[in-house]
């Protein structure tokens, strides 16, 4: 089959905010992600998860243990139960301070002490609305987990989703692994598993992939992906084994998207390799020192 055309070296990664901009605010919840929209990413990102009655909501965990202040595992849960929960006050910084906060971090003047200390469970669809209404392009990736029990629903809620809101066709007969994604999609949909990532392809084939590497194998070194993988999305960890990964992937046509960037001199590493898209807990901060750099 024919290759896609080599990817050059984009002039300046796209930023994305990492669980919103989790290292200022609670990971996943309305603030991170305002803060960040206001701080100058260029992109969410997002985990999703399902709760026992079929609702998406941005939980990384297995369990709210360490996010909120009850305890339970997602999948046992009702949306109703997880909109009771305080996902926000674990964090330290909130809900107590949201003027220091401000005081801290000037770009967050305008953004209301209510968003900054709000609470509640954050559903896939509050997000979307979000990134909607944002009043700028501000694109979403999206990282579905892995609960076994829901196996290949959370991929057909997902696309279902996305179609509501006009990110994606409404599922239909499966299509081609190998249909080229739309590159200017707002949404980009992430796994650690490729049957995942294959499942999102038949069924939104337009919507770009992105496989997450925390290892190399059983995937080749040489930066080939399984077929209906867009992009390539190996941990910083991994671009430190083999830098010349990033140029083997564009040489493939892979875009690289690298995850979890927040030290400057982590961020110049990644820069220098030429890297897409640089996914940082710490999107404010990481756009400034690339403004600079
Ligand atoms: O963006 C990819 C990254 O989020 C994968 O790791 O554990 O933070 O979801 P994790
Ligand atoms: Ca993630």
Wanted: aromatic share 4%; hydrophobic share 40%.
């Amino acid at each position: 089959r024919t290759r896609p055309a080599a990817l050059a070296a984009p002039a300046r990664p796209m930023i994305v905010a990492h669980r919103g901009a989790s290292s200022t605010v609670a990971e996943h919840t309305l603030a991170a992600y305002e803060v960040a929209i206001d701080g100058g990413a260029d992109a969410l990102e997002c985990d999703v998860r399902m709760t026992r009655d079929g609702h998406l909501v941005c939980v990384h965990d297995r369990t709210v243990n360490r996010t909120s202040d009850s305890r339970g595992v997602v999948s046992d849960l009702d949306l109703s139960a997880l909109d009771q929960m305080d996902f926000s006050s674990w964090h330290g910084t909130l809900p107590d301070s949201a003027d220091q906060l401000v005081a801290d971090n000037p770009y967050l003047a305008g953004v209301s002490p209510d968003r900054l200390e709000g609470g509640g469970v954050l559903t896939l669809e509050l997000l979307l609305g979000l990134v909607r209404d944002a009043g700028r392009d501000v694109r979403l990736l999206i990282e579905t987990k892995h609960p076994t029990r829901y196996a290949g629903l959370v991929e057909r809620t997902l696309v279902d989703v996305l179609a509501r809101f006009g990110l994606a066709g409404r599922p239909g007969p499966p299509a081609s692994l190998r249909q080229p994604a739309d590159p200017d999609s707002p949404v980009v949909v992430m796994s650690f598993a490729p049957t995942a990532v294959r499942r999102v392809k038949l069924l939104a084939p337009d919507v770009p992939t992105v496989l997450l590497l925390d290892r190399f194998l059983p995937l080749r070194r040489d930066g080939l992906l399984p077929t209906g993988v867009t992009i390539a999305g190996p941990g910083l960890h991994l671009l430190r084994e083999d830098p010349g990964y990033v140029e083997r992937a564009h040489a493939r046509g892979h875009p690289v998207y690298v995850w979890t960037v927040d030290r400057p001199a982590d961020v110049d590493f990644v820069l220098d390799l030429g890297v897409d898209t640089v996914i940082t807990d710490r999107p404010v901060e990481v756009a400034a020192h690339i403004a600079r750099s």
